[in-house]
């Protein structure tokens, strides 16, 4: 019961530190006229994938940021279409990457986390979807 | 000095004194095998992005994104001018009832949070905070509302630096909340902004004649698909069904429209403005 409660205190704490690093980064994308759709967190294991339906307008310019906290060594973002075709990815070797992406058309995208290397499982991962 | 019989026997025990073969040190323990690396991509196809995905806090588009793809499309219109004044009860009613007003009202305060006059900002903030209330969103929320109600109250706080706040609780903080584990409140405090913001688009889109511009905007078939999910579903705490009905034939009216392969005309977007007042009429 003490040894569950420590790993879900633990757990809080890493998915806080992902988020804190995510939520500076969102601050100051405002003062450069950015909004924000949504702040979430998650955790990952290695190899794993979180996947996220975002319903992406027309006309707006978005950004998925991204923070993994310290376990996270390599975390990847890719987006999909609604066709599952990969149309932005990050190739980045380090745990906060981010992508830009105009949408030619209104409709459903896929952001996918994905822990391609990690030190300790699991690790945490916050995921921003912002625009402008 | 002659070596004593004591150390004659330590030598012989640890095999040799000067001179003699050194043991061969302890074999070093085999290293553990590396673990693969992950593949480059994960293995994903469009079914399991389907399955897997989750639409909770990421779905559906803020009104202030759909106000700026408004312009995008050149539709010169200020959605916060078109925002009527409402006279909802944020407390008397059934939770579902609550959480839709809420979501319009919280889509009319983002909309006008840097165009409206103090007292009517403060209106809004107050009623978004006594629908947040009711629905039991929990203390730190109703704190950081006391806290924004009194920055504008007392001129302590930018319109600007309110708008990143009140954005931030909007779309990051509310969308993860659990409302003691009702897991419609947050669909349907969405589906009250969504609503609330193809009405407003639609009776811009009329006003400046362009029907078929909108279409990038009142077509989200995933997006209405998803509150029907939730407006379908059975709970003890739905709506009257005079609301869920109508709720729910307006958004199936919603969702053929989005799934039109035509452009919309201006009776389509005629159409969009009557279901969609018809339901924030109830409310």
Redesign the interface.
């Known amino acids: 019961m003490l040894t569950a409660l420590f790993a879900s205190l633990l757990a809080t704490a890493s998915t806080n530190e992902a988020e804190t690093c995510l939520r500076a980064k969102v601050w100051e994308s405002y003062a450069e006229g950015w909004g924000v759709r949504t702040l979430t967190s998650t955790e990952l294991e290695s190899g794993k994938t979180r996947n996220y339906v975002v319903n992406l307008l027309k006309g707006n310019e978005y950004r998925i940021a991204t923070c993994g906290d310290d376990k996270m060594v390599n975390l990847d973002v890719l987006l999909y279409d609604a066709n599952g075709v990969i149309v932005s990815r990050d190739s980045t070797t380090d745990r906060e990457p981010s992508i830009s992406f105009r949408p030619p058309e209104t409709g459903s995208y896929y952001v996918v986390l994905y822990a391609k290397e990690i030190a300790k499982s699991p690790a945490a991962a916050a995921m921003a979807v912002i625009y402008k | 000095m002659r070596p004593t019989g004591i150390a004659i026997a330590l030598c012989a025990a640890l095999a040799g004194c000067g001179g003699g073969e050194a043991p061969a040190p302890p074999a070093p323990e085999p290293a553990a095998p590396a673990?693969p690396?992950?593949?480059?991509?994960?293995s994903?196809?469009?079914a399991a992005?389907?399955a897997?995905?989750?639409?909770r806090?990421?779905?559906?588009?803020?009104p202030?994104?759909?106000q700026?793809?408004?312009?995008?499309?050149g539709v010169d219109a200020s959605l916060a001018k078109l925002v009527p004044t409402r006279t909802f009860d944020l407390t008397k009613a059934e939770s579902d009832h609550i959480a839709i007003r809420t979501g319009v009202v919280l889509a009319d305060t983002l909309l006008t949070l840097t165009s409206a006059d103090k007292d009517t900002l403060i209106a809004r903030l107050d009623q978004v905070r006594t629908g947040l209330a009711a629905l039991k969103a929990g203390a730190d929320l109703d704190g950081q509302l006391a806290q924004m109600i009194d920055g504008v109250r007392g001129d302590a706080i930018t319109r600007g630096e309110l708008l990143?706040q009140f954005?931030?609780l909007s779309?990051?903080v509310i969308?993860?909340l659990e409302f003691e584990g009702n897991t419609r409140i947050v669909p349907l405090i969405q589906a009250g902004s969504w609503l609330s913001g193809a009405n407003l688009v639609a009776k811009a889109v009329q006003a400046a004649g362009n029907p078929s511009g909108s279409?990038?905007?009142l077509?989200?078939p995933?997006?209405v698909s998803y509150f029907l999910t939730y407006v379908k579903a059975q709970g003890a705490d739905k709506a009257p069904p005079q609301v869920t009905a109508h709720l729910q034939t307006s958004l199936e009216t919603l969702q053929g429209l989005a799934t039109k392969a035509e452009p919309l005309t201006p009776a389509d977007i005629a159409t969009v403005i009557q279901v969609t007042d018809d339901v924030v009429g109830l409310l």
């Open positions: 673990a690396a992950n593949p480059e991509t994960p994903l196809d469009l992005l389907q897997s995905s989750e639409a806090a990421t779905l559906v588009p803020s202030i994104e759909t700026n793809a408004l312009e995008a499309i990143k954005d931030d779309g990051a969308p993860e279409d990038s905007l077509k989200q995933g997006v």
